[in-house]
C-alpha cells in the first residue's frame, strides 16, 4: 500500500489560513487522495477527496501537485472548532475499501 | 437518530469478563468496519463487513469475535482480552465497495474500552 507521510503537529492563528502538507510519492496512477479529521473525543470525519484536479467543497480545498506525488489541505480561515488531528490518505479505487490511517497532523488554533 | 451510533461509549472489563460493542449506522450503507486506535497509534482496520458477508480479518486475535446480523448492525464480542487490548473501537460504515470509487466512511464516535 502507498504511504503518506504528514508533520506531526501545525499551528495557526484564528481566522488565518491553513495548509497541511501531504506526500505521498509512490502513489499510484489511480489511487485517489482522501482527506479525514478527528476532532477530540470523535470519530474521524470525511473532509475531502480528490485524484488529479483541485477540489473545493464547504470544509477546504484540497490542492494535487501536477506530479500527484504530493497534495495539500487548506483551510481558508481557521477556526477554534478545526482544531483536530489531520489525516491524508491514500485509497485505491472501485473494489477495495481499505483506508491506510497514519500518525496524521494534530493541527492547533490559536486564539 | 442519524449517521453511526455506538454503545457503550465507555467500557471497563476485567480479564476474564465477556463484554459486547454494539454499532448501528442508519445510512442505509452496506458495508461495516471495525477500527482499532491505540495511544499514539495509527487506526488499524480489524473488520470489514460487506451485505453481512465478513470480507476482511486483519489478523485479529479469536478473542475479538464479530457479528454483522444484518446491514445495520454490527458487533464486536470481546472475551479474555488483555490489558494491552485497551483503546478506542471505532465503527463506521460506508456505501461498500464497488458503488463509488471513493466510498467515504462514516465513523462512530467510539467505544473507550479499558481492560483491568
Known amino acids: 500500500d502507498a504511504k503518506t507521510t504528514q508533520p506531526n503537529s501545525m499551528e495557526s492563528n484564528e481566522e488565518e489560513p491553513v495548509h497541511l502538507p501531504c506526500n505521498h510519492s509512490?502513489?499510484?496512477?489511480?489511487?485517489?487522495i482522501h482527506w479525514y479529521r478527528q476532532l477530540p473525543s470523535q470519530g474521524p470525519e470525511y473532509v475531502i477527496h480528490?485524484?488529479?484536479s483541485n477540489v473545493n467543497n464547504r470544509m477546504a480545498s484540497l490542492a494535487i501537485a501536477e506530479d500527484r506525488k504530493s497534495s495539500t489541505l487548506i483551510l481558508h480561515r481557521a477556526t477554534l472548532r478545526d482544531a483536530a488531528v489531520y489525516y491524508c490518505?491514500?485509497?485505491?479505487?472501485?473494489?477495495?475499501?481499505?483506508?491506510?490511517f497514519g500518525t496524521g497532523t494534530r493541527l492547533k488554533v490559536l486564539a | 437518530e442519524t449517521g453511526v451510533t455506538q454503545t457503550p461509549r465507555h467500557l471497563v472489563m476485567g480479564m476474564t469478563n465477556k463484554k459486547s460493542l454494539k454499532c448501528e449506522q442508519h445510512?442505509?450503507?452496506?458495508?461495516m468496519y471495525w477500527y482499532k486506535q491505540s495511544a499514539k497509534k495509527p487506526l488499524e482496520l480489524m473488520f470489514v463487513?460487506?451485505?453481512?458477508?465478513?470480507?476482511e480479518n486483519n489478523s485479529v486475535p479469536s478473542r475479538f469475535s464479530p457479528e454483522c446480523p444484518n446491514s445495520s448492525h454490527l458487533f464486536l464480542h470481546l472475551h479474555t482480552l488483555q490489558p494491552e487490548d485497551s483503546a478506542l473501537y471505532l465503527c463506521?460504515?460506508?456505501?461498500?465497495?464497488?458503488?463509488?470509487?471513493?466510498?467515504?466512511?462514516?465513523f462512530g464516535p467510539g467505544t473507550r474500552l479499558t481492560v483491568l
Open positions: 480528490g485524484l488529479t
Open positions: 509512490t502513489i499510484s496512477g489511480t489511487d485517489y
Open positions: 490518505i491514500l485509497r485505491e479505487p472501485s473494489g477495495t475499501y481499505k483506508y491506510i
Open positions: 463487513y460487506n451485505f453481512k458477508e465478513q470480507t
Open positions: 445510512l442505509g450503507h452496506n458495508a
Open positions: 463506521a460504515s460506508s456505501q461498500g465497495p464497488g458503488t463509488s470509487a471513493t466510498d467515504t466512511q462514516y
